[in-house]
């Protein structure tokens, strides 16, 4: 409602995982070349870490766009509640492969022909995982004896577990010990710096059509990243609720004093500065999308582990 206002042609900040939004970041720029580099140059084991809301299901998208344009065959799993008995079912699925039996041994050895035509012909498969922290230990038990498919050179199979913090925190445990030692390359994501907002907010801007003045004062730009910690997730909740309360305001320039009533709306101002004791996390799912939302304050406690720099001083 709030688009012609503004100037803008499209919503600039959807929290879809939408890779035509992606704005690089040193550290984005830095994971996406390592998953390029890695998948390229056929490392088997990649994995993506980051906190919540940090990019990771964008960049994946961005990812995709770009092996799809080199006709990589992709598998992507994002059910990662699936049991082991269902990880052959789905890869094969993804990657089209016709297999009658529902036999372990017959579905593996199935994925392993098709594997070595494609290497043959001098192409790449993939297999990425996202939400990777809710994996069960057998499907990561699973996944590892994929990786055994190789020739004596080459790994057949090039798999990305994409995942929050806890998926690093499951590969530390000794049952996991193998396929830690498989993972040849690490990436991450992180929250934005104070620049990388500002940046961040005008590049979003920028990509839904906005040409005119700044829409965002320094100061609400200031005041978004320290409510947000800057998580881009919400960064867009923020920024996404400005812009509605500043339209119904009939002011073309965001204050920081609207994002202050948004983020006391959403009780981002009430979060603990200090995380909860044994900081003990709860379940993952809290974390996943739309549920996310309604949690942000519990979310953003898990950054506030120690004590921002200004929140308090500025009340
Ligand atoms: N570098 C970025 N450029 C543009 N938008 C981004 C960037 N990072 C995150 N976002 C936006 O923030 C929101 C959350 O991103 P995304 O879903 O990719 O995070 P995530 O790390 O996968 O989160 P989760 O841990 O909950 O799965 C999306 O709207 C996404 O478009
Ligand atoms: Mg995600």
Redesign the pocket.
């Known amino acids: 409602m709030y688009k012609s206002f503004f100037g803008l042609k499209e919503n600039p900040f959807?929290?879809?995982?939408?890779p035509r939004?992606?704005?690089?970041?040193q550290e984005?720029e830095e994971a996406l070349a390592g998953l390029m580099y890695g998948i390229q140059t056929r490392k088997g084991f990649i994995t993506l870490t980051?906190?919540?809301?940090?990019?990771?299901?964008?960049?994946i998208n961005r990812l995709l766009d770009w092996l799809h344009q080199r006709r990589v065959r992709t598998a992507f799993l994002f059910n990662s509640r699936m049991n082991s008995n269902h990880l052959l079912d789905f890869i094969l699925a993804e990657f089209e492969i016709p297999c009658e039996s529902r036999s372990k041994s017959q579905q593996l050895m199935k994925l392993q022909e098709w594997l070595l035509e494609r290497y043959r012909a001098g192409e790449t498969a993939v297999v990425i995982v996202d939400?990777a922290q809710n994996l069960s230990y057998p499907v990561l038990e699973e996944i590892r004896l994929l990786t055994n498919l190789e020739t004596s050179t080459d790994k057949l199979l090039q798999v990305v577990l994409s995942g929050?913090p806890e998926l690093e925190e499951k590969l530390k445990l000794p049952q996991l010990r193998q396929l830690r030692q498989r993972i040849m390359l690490r990436c991450k994501?992180a929250p934005l710096t104070t620049p990388q907002t500002f940046d961040?907010i005008n590049e979003?801007l920028r990509i839904a059509g906005a040409t005119g003045d700044p829409i965002f004062s320094k100061e609400a730009v200031e005041t978004i990243h320290l409510y947000s910690m800057g998580i881009?997730?919400v960064v867009?909740l923020l920024c996404e609720h400005a812009l509605v309360n500043s339209f119904v305001e009939q002011k073309r320039v965001v204050s920081g004093k609207v994002i202050e009533e948004v983020a006391r709306e959403f009780q981002l101002d009430e979060v603990e500065p200090v995380a909860p004791a044994g900081s003990t996390r709860p379940d993952a799912d809290v974390?996943?999308?739309e549920s996310?939302l309604q949690n942000l304050g519990e979310a953003l406690s898990r950054f506030r582990a120690v004590p921002p720099p200004t929140t308090r001083e500025r009340k």
């Open positions: 959807n929290v879809n995982p939408d939004f992606l704005y690089l970041t984005i980051g906190e919540v809301g940090t990019g990771k299901t964008t960049l939400e929050q994501t961040y979003r881009p997730r867009n974390y996943n999308s996310f």
